[in-house]
């Protein structure tokens, strides 16, 4: 009987050693995506329409909700946080007022948030490169993880001054606390979009730590990693990929589009990703893999799949 095909897998499993072209690789390029993020959704106080984002999607012909106007779109949805903070202050007290984040105060609060996730992802990712994985990352892995979140991210902020497919126009609102005399108000879908990628990245980073202590621990050579939130599902970090990518889709453009990009991760990684670790786990750990898989049978997403 011919041998079955080999997945593809970027990260070589198994190679314990260093790369450090691949460690520098992804680091200077998931690091460049944060700046990359700011120019694409940033709003010149002086010219609405001057960011990069609103500049690509001006040359593709596309309306955007800096330069176009629509009477489902409140103008308080638009409002830089530096006059949500500080409403009766000049522009450049308001923006003192923020302290470290006086760089963002031109921004409105979804193009804050979409910021921060970004900023976010590139933390953690280079906090697992650097701190938790232990295998072989090559240059051309590295960058090829590293423009897939950037092209991702980038999406999404562009889906978001998009005047067709942003949040904004996602309802119902929420209204917050503010001392603006316009009140602070979110789509429901930009809350729970938030929530759904904290959780979602906390799941992940917890449970890659927790495996990373496991593996660390003499007495655990050779073991499969049974403990915490491995016991949930077999592939728990994919659930929390899954979910903040869906979270951080879902705040750039509404329900829809959160739904769509949660459920497009989950099915990608059901199908490639646990693909390639059931072959290696298999192959690596042998009878101990095949109980592994009894007592915990879900796949990815604990109690359902």
Known sequence: MPDRKKH?????????????????????????DIPLQHALLSRSPTAAGSSLGVRILGSLG???IFTHTSTALPSSLLLPISNLASPSA????????LGWMAPLADLPPTSLLLLLMAAG?????????????????????????????????????????ALGTTSLLSRP????????PD??????????????????MGIETVSERQ????????ENKGKVCKEGLWSWARHVNYFGYALWRGGYCMVGC??????????????????????????????????????FKQEVPYRIIPGIY
């Open 183 to 200: 009140r602070l108000s979110l789509p429901l879908s930009t809350v729970v979009g938030t929530l759904l990628y904290v959780v979602g």
């Open 90 to 97: 000049a522009p450049t007290a308001g923006r003192a007022s």
């Open 254 to 291: 509404g329900w829809i589009g959160g739904l769509l990009m949660g459920l497009w991760q989950g099915w990608d990684l059901s199908q490639r990703a646990v693909a390639v670790n059931d072959e290696y786990c298999s192959g690596r750990y042998g009878e101990q893999w095949v109980r």
């Open 173 to 180: 609102l929420v209204s917050f606390p503010s001392s603006s």
């Open 8 to 32: 593809f897998d970027l990260i070589r499993r198994g190679e314990k050693k260093p790369t450090l072209s691949g460690t520098l690789t992804f680091v200077g390029l998931r690091l460049a």
């Open 62 to 64: 596309l309306r955007t």
């Open 121 to 161: 992802s590139a933390a953690k990712q280079i906090y697992w490169q650097v701190a938790l994985s232990q295998e072989s990352f090559p240059a051309s892995a590295a960058a090829a993880v590293s423009v897939y979140n950037t092209v991702v991210n980038s999406a999404n902020a562009l889906l978001f001054l």
């Open 211 to 218: 495996r990373a202590e496991f593996k660390s621990r003499s």
